[in-house]
T-cell receptor, first 112, second 113 residues
Framework: GIQVEQSPPDLILQEGANSTLRCNFSDSVNNLQWFHQNPWGQLINLFYIPSGTKQNGRLSATTVATERYSLLYISSSQTTDSGVYFCAVDTYSGAGSYQLTFGKGTKLSVIP | EPEVTQTPSHQVTQMGQEVILRCVPISNHLYFYWYRQILGQKVEFLVSFYNNEISEKSEIFDDQFSVERPDGSNFTLKIRSTKLEDSAMYFC???????????FGSGTRLTVV
């Protein structure tokens, strides 16, 4: 099956700093999503981004499908940005079925 | 914004007991999924459901697991005889279809003791 690699696995930032999280995937994908898992375990959808660039406030994401990677940028980080960021790719698994495959995540800790 | 609703948020059960996890997907979505996340690990696919039948299931989804859409709005995951290793966060998700994103519920944290 498809492999999804995220880097770095852990990241500690001072509040106000910027960061870039990376997601590499091993095969063509139908779509890609970025999620933030908050301390309560909820998966919050950040971006649905099969290609191109999108921005939402301090967050932006870029996917270069032809080179099989996606980047998530966090600017002016805040303590509430802490949590685990997951990249997930949507692929056709046969018999008319699609499924999301998740990476292992990047654990972000923003300290005051 | 429409939400996927999961109940209960937490459940503690004794090993060997049956549990039913409930989900209400977004009303105009056609594809439904269960995923699970063992503490500290990545989110894993369990099963997909479309047109009132299972589309695909993973190796994790053995005979102890079953899914049902009993009334056109609820989507349930049943674990027939729970084991300690079934302890995890279980997420329900739904999608309108290909080229649309997935919306996840808030999860049910299942603890088997």
């Amino acid at each position: 099956g498809i492999q999804v690699e995220q880097s770095p696995p852990d990241l500690i930032l001072q509040e106000g700093a910027n960061s870039t999280l990376r997601c590499n995937f091993s095969d063509s994908v139908n779509n890609l999503q970025w999620f933030h898992q908050n301390p309560w375990g909820q998966l919050i959808n950040l971006f649905y981004i099969p290609s191109g660039t999108k921005q939402n406030g301090r967050l932006s994401a870029t996917t270069v499908a032809t080179e099989r990677y996606s980047l998530l940028y966090i600017s002016s980080s805040q303590t509430t940005d802490s949590g685990v960021y997951f990249c997930a790719v949507d692929t056709y698994s046969g018999a008319g079925s699609y499924q999301l495959t998740f990476g292992k995540g990047t654990k972000l800790s923003v300290i005051p | 914004e429409p939400e996927v609703t999961q109940t209960p948020s937490h459940q503690v059960t004794q090993m060997g007991q049956e549990v039913i996890l409930r989900c209400v997907p977004i009303s105009n979505h056609l594809y439904f999924y269960w995923y699970r996340q063992i503490l500290g690990q990545k989110v894993e696919f369990l099963v997909s459901f479309y047109n009132n039948e299972i589309s695909e299931k993973s190796e994790i989804f053995d005979d102890q697991f079953s899914v049902e859409r009993p009334d056109g709005s609820n989507f349930t995951l049943k674990i027939r005889s729970t084991k300690l290793e079934d302890s995890a966060m279980y997420f329900c998700a739904s999608s309108q279809g290909v080229n649309y994103g997935y919306t996840f519920g808030s999860g049910t944290r299942l603890t088997v003791v």
